[in-house]
């Protein structure tokens, strides 16, 4: 019999914490971040692959899988990147009423996690995850948090928060070149843990407001202004982050891509490079080959997550 979703409060709580998280462009832009609540030892729902975390609702936008099966599987060793994502597309079960989607390809980390866990790419906090000196100082302003050099997103990544992970209690994690994941017992604690963690920042490193991004059919004016400055090649030549590798392209800093996701990707990375310039800081890049992952996987199964 599939799940019910109508008897149960979990999916309400889920498009809560989507929308809290994915309705500001300095903590989520394009596709990027999802959230996912647990139900009981085996059931969990989390954002389905291809959604906005905006538009996640009670009734569409997510995926219920089996992650007592995905925690199991990470424990013993993930397996090969296409490997795991079958494993994880082959643990979502029905739910009544919504249409089937693909758990997001961050699903395997979620599963690790207390009950309700947040992920973005804030920029506040990508600020500490994208320079030389970031994780030492996010160390002494989160002393209990954790903080991991760069996995790309999949089972690389897992695995190195499994070996950090703690199924109760809050929680939160540094991703380098990446984002922020927050895990904690219930849904208003983990959007207050999320919120303190990126105010911290914001406020302890006395950063600049965050630049509005209005629709634009190209690149928006504030963009096309700031990629003057950093120059065309650098910004292709020089990659901080999956979102960067995915959505600034040659034709999308043109003005030829999906643009609502380009110009909300491209605001939070200027402002990141701004910000790490700001504070004397050094951008910290991806490498070569960190970068040539993305370019087989856009091919095939990472579809802008
Ligand atoms: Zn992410």
């Known amino acids: ?23 500001r462009p300095d903590l989520t832009q ?17 954002k389905a692959s291809g959604v906005q975390l905006k538009d996640v609702t009670p009734a569409s936008g997510y995926a219920l899988v089996n992650y007592g099966n995905i925690r199991r599987r990470i424990a013993d060793g993930p397996g090969g990147e296409n490997e795991f994502s079958d494993f994880i597309c082959a643990q979502a079960l029905p739910v009544k009423g919504v249409r089937p989607a693909a758990p997001s390809i961050e699903t395997g980390f979620h599963a690790l996690l207390n009950t309700v866990v947040i992920h973005t790419h804030s920029v506040y906090a990508n600020i500490l995850n994208m320079s030389v000196e970031g994780h030492a100082l996010g160390g002494k302003m989160f002393p209990g ?13 897992c695995s190195a928060i499994n070996d950090r992970a703690r199924a109760s209690g809050p929680q939160t994690f540094f ?5 922020l994941a927050v895990a904690h017992a219930g849904t208003e604690g983990a959007l207050e843990l999320n919120e303190r963690v990126n105010e911290s920042i914001r406020r302890g490193l006395s950063l600049p407001p965050y630049p509005a991004v209005r629709p634009s059919a190209g690149l928006s004016a504030h963009n096309a202004a700031r990629l003057a400055h950093y120059g065309r090649d650098f910004i292709l030549e020089n990659v901080l982050s999956p979102d960067q590798a995915l959505y600034c392209g040659p034709a999308d800093l043109d003005g030829k891509g999906g643009m609502d996701a380009v110009n909300e990707v491209l605001t939070a990375l200027f402002y990141i490079l701004d910000c790490i310039k700001l504070l004397k800081f050094t951008p910290r890049f991806l490498t070569k080959s960190d970068v040539a992952y993305f370019d087989t996987m856009k091919s095939k199964r990472y579809s802008r997550k």
């Not at 019999?1 to 498009?15: N, R, T, V, W």
């Not at 394009?30 to 989390?46: P, Q, T, W, Y």
């Not at 991703?175 to 984002?179: A, Q, T, Y």
């Open 30 to 46: 394009g596709g990027g971040g999802n959230v996912s609540i647990k139900m009981g030892a085996e059931r969990m729902l989390v």
């Open 145 to 157: 948090a954790e903080f991991l050099p760069y996995k790309s997103p999949g089972p690389q990544l």
């Open 1 to 23: 019999m599939s799940y019910d979703p109508s008897f149960d409060k979990a999916p309400e709580l889920l498009a809560r914490a989507a929308r809290a998280a994915g309705s």
């Open 175 to 179: 991703l380098g070149n990446h984002g």
